[in-house]
């Protein structure tokens, strides 16, 4: 069984450029999470995606966006990058969306923007 | 405002100490996890908690939700190196809604 995969590992870019973050789900997984790691605190919930529609967000901007393709692997699309965007992006999948099941989490992408 | 409080927010202890760290709310929590995040990887589930009063053991750790629903605690007993890494709580207000992450109390355990 394949865990969560991320790419790429790290990625530096400067203000105002856009960026793509990819998310390969866990084997059987449907639904993929993704999160916001800055430094020195927990991880802050961006979306979900679910069957390949956006099944929830948290507090952020539009220009924070996302896909889910059929394979139920995930991007994480960011413009217009900002000096606070530098920070850990994880994402997590699991089996559905509802209850208490397990997010298996991807080691992360470590994005710095200068 | 965090919605979730975690405390101490570094602990550095020596091997064979115990510990315990406090995740505290305002609000009340339908159900509540534990994780653990080693460096240069995403954290790892290591319990969830829905009722209140709860107690859950996990060989040298101890979790336990308050009886409001409202707080937890992680123990270790005879902490170990390999324990080291930045303990997350995380919170849902209802069945279903997404978890809300605490901001970690990061542990040492020196050799």
């Known amino acids: 069984e394949t865990g969560v995969t991320q790419s790429p590992t790290h990625l530096i870019k400067t203000r105002g450029q856009q960026v793509t973050l990819r998310c390969s789900s866990q084997?059987?997984?449907?639904?993929v999470s993704w999160y916001q790691q800055a430094l020195g605190q927990g991880p802050q919930f961006i979306f979900q995606?679910?069957?390949?529609?956006?099944?929830g967000r948290g507090n952020f901007p539009p220009r924070f966006s996302g896909l889910q393709f059929p394979n139920y692997s995930s991007e994480l699309n960011v413009n217009a990058l900002e000096l606070d965007d530098s920070a850990l992006y994880l994402c997590?999948?699991?089996?559905?969306?509802?209850?208490?099941?397990?997010?298996?989490f991807g080691p992360g992408t470590r994005l710095t923007v200068l | 405002t965090q919605l979730l409080e975690q405390s101490p927010q570094f602990l550095s202890i020596q091997e064979g100490e115990n510990l315990t760290v406090y995740c505290n709310s305002s609000s009340v929590f339908s159900s509540l996890q534990w994780y653990r995040q080693e460096p240069g990887e995403g954290p790892v589930l290591l319990v969830t908690v829905v009722t209140g009063g709860e107690v859950k053991k996990l060989k040298r750790l101890t979790f336990q939700f308050g009886d409001a629903r409202k707080d937890s605690s992680l123990h270790i007993t005879a902490a170990q190196p390999g324990d080291t890494g930045l303990y997350l709580c995380?919170?849902?207000?209802?069945?279903?809604?997404?978890?809300?992450f605490g901001p970690g109390t990061r542990l040492s355990v020196l050799p």
């Open positions: 995380a919170g849902a207000r209802n069945y279903g809604q997404n978890f809300v």
């Open positions: 997590a999948s699991s089996l559905d969306p509802q209850g208490y099941n397990e997010q298996f």
């Open positions: 084997s059987g997984h449907n639904t």
């Open positions: 995606y679910y069957r390949e529609e956006e099944n």
